[in-house]
């Protein structure tokens, strides 16, 4: 029988390769200037303390971080991140709430894989990380997209759809939201608190981005509200440490946890016993903040600088004014086109990601995500200049 005639899962219908993945090829473009990506600085891995850490930790203690290890994680690991999300995230918790996972991308496949059915619904940010509205698809949800003004989620809108529609869960990024940079206020965070008890929804609230701050105040955690376990927090390494490392962790009641722990057996047995014990050495010696202190003064003179010079670039008409993060969100005035404008970016060598992928049902083709992490300052300046004329071209 001819391969060709191979039949997929289901759950692949209507499923594609990630957009950004497909742009990422263009980096391999000799002088591409990326605004694509979502990539820490190269400037910001650091490469030789992980190196010094590994070492040390091999030497110490190699014949154990090189054996199987424990699906629920690196004991270690686990106990360094009690005080870590006390101090960070304002919400106490016990190691037996805590699963380190491989990536926080993970943590978002085994919260589908503990509690999604073909079928159920899941409510999401509009617009959101096209790489978890992916994840969500896999396992057969529909999603329901509720749309967001400057202080993050419309909570009025969000109750509506809790109360009509009864969804499994809320996806959702409230500290410089991927793609759009916002922060979810404080008010709002208490009332997506108050709703998940109310009408018994799950939230999956993933917040990388927190630590990247480079002005304003600082906001406790939704999970910091949650009083009755509705709150799954998920959390990430990967931009403030490294993301080869891929150690994130989940954070939530004993019971879901337990069934994301068993979904976390078939699919890696356990996130590398190295990498937590890494991670683990960050947070107990003290090492995280100062690092992030230390990148977060070069982030910040990035958005700045494409700050400004969105401000005089052609063609747009608005974008959202971050106070940290990786990404800001900006829109083209009305009938132009981000998706096919593209094409003539990359023919000026410089890539960004048109913003319809990152909505649920699709549409804004006006809208494009930028991220500011990964060129240098000149890079910048040079990139925004390619994209003045791409954009100002009628």
Avoid at 32 to 56: D, H, R, T, W, Y
Avoid at 185 to 192: C, D, E, G, Q, T
Avoid at 327 to 334: C, D, H, R, S, T
């Amino acid at each position: 029988m001819d391969i060709q005639n191979l039949q997929f899962a289901e759950r692949f219908n209507g499923i594609s390769g990630s957009a950004i993945r497909e742009i990422f090829k263009l980096l391999a473009v000799p002088g591409m200037i990326s605004f694509a990506g979502g990539n820490p600085a190269l400037a910001a891995l650091p490469n030789e303390q992980v190196a010094e850490l590994a070492k040390e930790l091999l030497l110490d203690n190699g014949k154990v971080l090189l054996q199987y290890g424990a699906t629920e994680g690196y004991a270690p690991l686990r106990e360094s991140l009690v005080p870590y999300l006390k101090d960070r995230f304002s919400f106490s918790c016990q190691e037996n709430e805590i699963l380190p996972v491989t990536g926080s991308t993970q943590a978002m496949d085994l919260l589908c894989k503990a509690l999604i059915n073909p079928g159920d619904k899941v409510v999401v940010e509009n617009p959101t990380f096209l790489g978890n509205m992916q994840c969500i698809k896999l396992y057969q949800a529909e999603l329901i997209p509720v749309d967001s003004d400057d202080d993050g989620v419309d909570v009025d809108a969000l109750e509506e759809v809790f109360k009509k529609e009864h969804p499994k869960m809320f996806y959702v990024i409230p500290t410089f939201q991927n793609p759009t940079g916002r922060t979810l206020s404080l008010p709002r965070r208490k009332k997506v608190a108050e709703l998940a008890a109310k009408y018994g929804v799950v939230v999956a609230e993933d917040d990388p981005y927190r630590d990247l701050r480079y002005a304003g105040q600082e906001l406790p955690s939704i999970k910091s509200f949650d009083t009755e376990g509705w709150v799954a927090f998920m959390g990430s390494f990967s931009k403030v440490i490294s993301p080869g490392l891929r150690v994130g962790y989940l954070a939530a009641n004993p019971a879901l946890l337990r069934k994301c722990t068993i979904g976390k057996q078939s699919s890696d047995v356990h996130t590398a016993n190295l990498n937590q014990a890494i991670v683990d050495a960050y947070l107990r010696r003290g090492l995280l903040m100062p690092h992030v202190e230390s990148i977060c003064k070069a982030y910040g003179e990035k958005m700045n600088t494409m700050l400004g010079l969105l401000a005089k670039c052609g063609g747009v008409a608005r974008y959202t004014k971050p106070e940290g993060g990786l990404f800001i969100f900006a829109e083209l005035e009305e009938g132009r086109n981000a998706l096919d404008l593209l094409k003539k970016a990359v023919e000026k060598k410089v890539a960004y990601v048109p913003g319809t992928h990152f909505y649920a049902g699709g549409g804004h083709e006006n809208t494009f995500r930028l991220n500011f992490s990964m060129p240098t300052v000149e890079q910048i300046r040079q990139g925004m200049a390619s994209l003045h004329e791409v954009f100002s071209e009628k």
